[in-house]
Nanobody, 124 residues
């Protein structure tokens, strides 16, 4: 049974930082594609960052240079370090995991098979 549980969201002022975590169980996160997506009210869900089994990363243009995605393979945890946050970063952030290893298909949502429940980030 695969379970992804996000944490670390909250309220932060513009220019501040947050680190989101996604704990994966029942799933070999170190050997699979994982990603962060977000959805703001009234908007479609969008890819924020993706990472593959080789730790190659991809980012949305809107977050490049501000966000960093990483994995702790020993802990089975995915992270998203967010810096210089802007009001437009406010959204529910979702962790996602796919069965692929290196060609993840990010940012296509359909490439990811498992999703967390989301954690709210508010920048205000």
């Amino acid at each position: 049974h695969v379970q992804l549980v996000e944490s670390g969201g909250g309220l932060v002022q513009p220019g501040g930082s947050l680190r989101l975590s996604c704990s994966a169980s029942g799933f070999a996160a170190n050997r699979r594609c994982m990603a962060w997506f977000r959805q703001a009210p009234g908007k479609e869900r969008e890819g924020v960052a993706g990472i593959n089994a080789g730790d190659d990363t991809k980012y949305a243009n809107s977050v490049k240079g501000r966000f960093t995605v990483s994995k702790d393979n020993a802990r089975g945890t995915l992270y998203l370090q967010m810096s210089n946050l802007k009001p437009e970063d406010s959204a529910t952030y979702y962790c996602a995991a796919g069965l692929s290893t290196f060609s993840c298909g990010w940012p296509r949502e359909g490439e990811y098979d498992y999703w967390g429940q989301g954690t709210q980030v508010t920048v205000s």
